[in-house]
């Protein structure tokens, strides 16, 4: 059984960081296509960022040079840095793996139960 917990979402001011951890349990990371997706209300969920089994990274032209996708694979666990965060960015945000081998994360095997992260004006 794989579990994928979110942690590391709040309130912060425009302009403001986060990082969020999504720590996973019951699988190994390292062979797995991971991401992040947010969805704000009213919206469609979407893909935010997402990071391949060879390190390769892609982004959502909205956050390209403010957020990074990394991983941990000694602690199991996948982090999104958040800087420079603006309103627009205030969103529910979900983990997300795929499946093992997969060339992308999209559309994942495996979801989070989300974090909020609320951007004040």
């Known amino acids: 059984q794989v579990q994928l917990v979110e942690s590391g979402g709040g309130l912060v001011q425009d302009g403001g960081s986060l990082r969020l951890s999504c720590a996973t349990s019951?699988?190994?990371?390292?062979?797995?296509?991971m991401g992040w997706y947010r969805q704000a209300p009213g919206k469609q969920r979407e893909l935010v960022a997402s990071?391949?089994?060879?390190?390769?990274?892609n982004y959502a032209d909205s956050v390209k040079g403010r957020f990074t996708i990394s991983r941990d694979n000694a602690k199991n666990t996948v982090y999104l840095q958040m800087n420079s965060l603006n309103p627009d960015d205030t969103a529910v945000y979900y983990c997300?793996?795929?499946?093992?081998?997969?060339?992308?994360?999209?559309?994942?095997?495996?979801w989070g139960q989300g974090t909020q992260v609320t951007v004040s004006s």
């Open positions: 990071l391949a089994t060879g390190g390769t990274t």
């Open positions: 019951g699988s190994i990371i390292r062979f797995k296509p």
């Open positions: 997300a793996a795929g499946r093992d081998y997969s060339s992308y994360v999209d559309p994942p095997r495996y």
